[in-house]
């Protein structure tokens, strides 16, 4: 499956992921490893190509980052990124200085060999997102020119004889227009990829490899309805059956309709071949939380409430061979496994292993891919595309999006607001384009009048952010007309609720959710 490979070679930049996620977009299968990959274990994979990506040293420091010059010499095509581009210059002879002022967004790239394979079908003036203080003022031997800016001598430069090519800007982030084409150029062109990894293809190999693995073990998985765990799920029940136990449990604080959603799914009216459980230990929960108001102490009681009710779970069923997980590729990368950035992604589920839960190794099916590639996987397997394209939620539920004591009446009040605030986004055609979006219950109950009759009831908070990594976000900019249809209708729809707000806030100050 992976005989064609691309790597990239981390050296600390912010859009490592990107580069691989581009470079899967060809349709080539694209791996990412820190700078301090091995040599032989390169040598090993064997990839048609080698992606080196910017970071924030200089390449010139004693102590930055770098690489023996024998990744140059094994006659792989390598293509350096910012820092990637200027190590390339460093180490083969060329020179990097740091330049009098810094050259960083929107910049008008001049090509200057039009016929450079990296340039094939882009423009000859195009617009490229630059971010970097040192620059190549002397290119290494053997290398030539392809394009300027006007701060900047050499924008891109060649050695055509060994296949080496050094780009300083960023053809990875969409903000450099033609960069798709640029890397697409390098991959097909220059590594000669045939850009045969499919989605179909990578679903039956894993199919396949799970089946050979686990035999005619036990596998058991938690499953909560969100995209990664339902995936997986599938993934194994399409490779062993009923051999796969799935526990879903029902904490009570599920959106609107969910639990029977996801029994439609995974239960046994549903579609796939599996041994499925679904706890409703809704009353668990509520009896748990009965009195808490403090967010964290809400967080902690409901993680431990899960805990205890799997471990029953598991109990019943007795030991495992294998335990199913929906590690997908950004936690291996961010976790520090993958890539060489910091990790920056604190992964609010990942506690450890279970040691309550009897078994000998784990399962992560989805290892390898991407967010939007687990969705594609999804959808290739049949699931519903209101599951494969639900929006991140969180691990405590409603828990965390009501103010103050959970009560089983507020659950109701935010579960119902939250379901016609979610109708009518869908119903504007903006759902899919705005990063996540919700009901929270504020704790505030205020006077109000309707029909004659005097009210003190909850008021709503309408949340909705654009974000594009979840540690930064902006209140999205939604029509007037859509949120006064939503007001309205929760108002006459929702008994309890008589004000609606919309929450401005931006994260920072702010956090997505609302707790
Ligand atoms: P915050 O609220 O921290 O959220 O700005 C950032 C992103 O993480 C999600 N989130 C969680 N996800 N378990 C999860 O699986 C959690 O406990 C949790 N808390 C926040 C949140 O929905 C947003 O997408």
Same mark, same amino acid.
């Given at each position: 499956m992976k005989n064609e490979l691309v790597i990239v070679i981390d050296f600390g930049g912010q859009y490592n992921q990107l580069v691989a996620r581009r470079v899967r977009e060809c349709n080539v299968y694209c791996e990412i490893y820190s700078y301090k990959i091995d040599i032989e274990k390169i040598k090993e994979m064997n990839p048609k190509g080698i992606i080196l990506t910017g970071g924030p040293n200089s390449c010139y420091e004693a102590d930055s980052p770098t690489y023996s010059k024998e990744l140059f010499e094994l006659g792989i095509p390598v293509l350096g990124l910012c820092?990637?581009?200027?190590?390339?210059?460093?180490?083969? =002879?060329?020179?990097?200085?740091?330049?009098?002022?810094?050259?960083?967004?929107?910049? +008008?790239?001049?090509?200057?060999?039009?016929?450079?394979?990296?340039? @094939?079908?882009?423009?000859?003036?195009t617009t490229c997102w630059m971010s970097h203080f040192d620059y190549i003022s002397k290119t290494a031997p053997g290398f030539e020119i392809t394009s300027h800016t006007t701060d900047c001598p050499v924008a891109s430069a060649e050695n055509t004889d060994q296949n080496l090519y050094a780009i300083q800007f960023h053809p990875e982030v969409l903000?450099?227009?033609? =960069?798709?084409?640029?890397?697409?150029?390098?991959? !097909? +062109?220059?590594? %000669?990829?045939? =850009?045969?990894?499919?989605?179909?293809?990578?679903?039956?190999?894993?199919?396949k490899k799970i089946r050979e693995k686990v035999g005619d073990g036990k596998v058991l998985c938690a499953l909560s309805g969100g995209v990664d765990s339902s995936v997986a799920a599938v993934m194994l029940s399409k490779a062993i059956g009923k051999q796969l136990t799935c526990v879903f449990v029902d904490h009570g604080l599920l959106r609107k309709n969910e639990g029977d959603e996801v029994e439609a799914v995974f239960g046994p009216e549903g579609p796939y071949d599996l041994n499925f459980i679904r706890v409703n230990a809704q009353q668990r929960y509520y009896d748990k939380l009965k009195g808490v108001e403090e967010p964290e102490q809400k967080r902690k009681i409901i993680g431990e409430e899960f805990i205890r009710v799997f471990e029953e779970e598991a109990k019943k069923i007795g030991a495992v061979d294998y335990l199913v997980q929906g590690t997908i590729y950004p936690d291996v990368v961010e976790s520090g496994l993958g890539g060489e950035s910091a990790v920056i992604k604190s992964h609010h589920n990942v506690g450890g292993l279970p040691d309550y839960v009897d078994f000998k190794e784990i399962i992560e099916p989805l290892r390898d891919l991407f967010k939007d590639e687990v969705r594609k996987a999804g959808l290739e397997m049949g699931l519903p595309?209101?599951?494969?394209?639900?929006?991140?939620?969180?691990?405590?539920?409603?828990?965390? &999006?009501?103010?103050?004591?959970?009560?089983?009446?507020?659950?109701?009040?935010?579960?119902?607001?939250?379901?016609?605030? &979610?109708?009518?986004?869908?119903?504007?055609?903006?759902?899919?384009?705005?990063?996540?979006?919700?009901?929270?219950? *504020?704790? !505030?109950?205020?006077? =109000?009048?309707?029909?004659?009759?005097? *009210?003190?009831?909850?008021?709503?908070?309408?949340?909705?952010?654009? *974000?594009?990594?979840?540690?930064?976000?902006?209140?999205?900019?939604?029509?007037?007309?859509?949120? +006064? @249809?939503?007001?309205?209708?929760?108002? +006459?729809?929702? %008994?309890?609720?008589?004000?609606? !707000?919309?929450?401005? *806030?931006?994260?920072?100050?702010?956090?997505?959710?609302?707790?």
């Open positions: 820092y990637g581009a200027q190590l390339m210059q460093h180490i083969l =002879g060329g020179k990097v200085e740091k330049a009098a002022v810094r050259e960083y967004g929107k910049t +008008n790239v001049i090509v200057d060999k039009k016929e450079s394979a990296i340039f @094939k079908g882009v423009k000859e003036e903000h450099t227009e033609e =960069g798709t084409k640029m890397l697409s150029n390098f991959v !097909m +062109n220059v590594c %000669r990829c045939s =850009g045969d990894w499919r989605m179909d293809s990578f679903v039956e190999e894993s199919i595309e209101y599951l494969v394209f639900r929006q991140p939620f969180p691990g405590p539920g409603l828990g965390i &999006r009501i103010i103050g004591e959970v009560t089983e009446e507020k659950v109701k009040i935010v579960q119902d607001a939250d379901a016609i605030y &979610r109708q009518e986004i869908a119903n504007a055609g903006l759902d899919r384009s705005i990063g996540q979006y919700f009901a929270g219950l *504020t704790n !505030m109950r205020s006077v =109000g009048v309707m029909g004659d009759e005097r *009210t003190y009831d909850y008021a709503v908070a309408l949340r909705a952010v654009n *974000t594009i990594d979840f540690m930064t976000a902006e209140a999205a900019e939604i029509p007037y007309e859509v949120l +006064n @249809k939503v007001m309205n209708r929760i108002i +006459n729809e929702v %008994r309890g609720v008589n004000r609606v !707000m919309y929450d401005l *806030t931006s994260k920072p100050p702010g956090t997505i959710e609302f707790e």
